[in-house]
Structure formats: structure tokens, C-alpha cells
């Protein structure tokens, strides 16, 4: 299964910690949001970045917005400082609409100082830890089985 994994981590890079784990479990290209690719090469695509005003990246957005994906297998995936899976159901929303089969969707706690959260010196401090990358790894073969 050919896999590609487009990646916004900026600040602290916390997704992109996420992106490698779930990229090795998958054997997958990385790329940065940004890097043209072309859809049709892959069997499977994973998007992610951290949440930012309960929304991802507008880099990945952007990227996602130009794409068509019929029938395409994809999975989000996301940090942020509360690491909540509803983070990601603006993005699954989105894919849906260019025609995307969602897979997966994964979301994880990681070191957040946006915003007024700078203020307080940010929070989940540590974050991606050990914990919470096992848990990526641990999706990343559920796609799998998903993918077949």
C-alpha cells in the first residue's frame, strides 16, 4: 500500500513527531503542506497538523481545498493542547466534500502556547510523549486493516 502523509507542524513540532511515528508504522512518504503531489500515486493519504482555533492548519486546508479525492482512503490526524478527535471534523468534513473515503482519524495532546496560552506559559507541556506516540503507532496499524 503506497501512502503519502501531508504535514503542517509548525512551533513546536509536535505533529510532525506524530506524522514520523504513523509514517513508519506505514512505511509512508512525508511531505510538508505546501509540496505538490499527485493523489492518484498514493492507495492511501493522511493529513495533519496542530489545531489552531479549533481548526488545522490553513496551510493543509488549502492544500485539501485544490485536491480531488473520489474514493480516495484518507486519515486526519492532529494535536493540540486539549487533543480532542472533534478537532478533526472540519478537515473530515472538507475531504468528504472533495469525494474522500475517511479512514481514520487520530488526535493527541501536544505542547500548545498559541494564543493566550503563551501567557500562562502553554499547556500539556511534554506532549507527544511516549504514550501518546504508542497511540499513534497503535492507529496507524488499525489503517491498515482499514486500507485492505
Request: aromatic share 8%; glycine share 12%.
Amino acid at each position: 500500500m503506497k501512502t503519502l502523509i501531508v504535514c503542517a507542524s509548525y512551533h513546536h513540532g509536535n505533529t510532525q513527531k506524530v506524522a514520523e511515528r504513523i509514517g513508519a508504522v506505514l512505511n509512508a512518504t512525508l511531505i510538508k503542506a505546501g509540496t505538490g503531489f499527485n493523489a492518484d500515486e498514493y492507495d492511501l493519504i493522511g493529513f495533519g497538523s496542530g489545531i489552531y482555533f479549533r481548526r488545522h492548519h490553513r496551510t493543509l486546508t488549502e492544500v485539501v481545498a485544490k485536491l480531488n479525492l473520489k474514493n480516495k482512503g484518507v486519515f486526519v490526524f492532529s494535536t493540540s493542547g486539549l487533543g480532542l478527535a472533534l478537532s478533526n471534523r472540519r478537515l473530515i468534513k472538507l475531504l468528504k466534500e472533495k469525494g474522500a473515503r475517511i479512514i481514520g482519524s487520530f488526535a493527541c495532546r501536544g505542547f500548545d502556547t498559541v494564543g493566550p496560552l503563551k501567557l500562562i506559559g502553554g499547556i500539556a507541556r511534554n506532549h507527544p510523549n511516549d504514550k501518546d506516540l504508542k497511540k499513534a503507532e497503535a492507529f496507524a496499524l488499525g489503517l491498515i486493516d482499514k486500507n485492505l
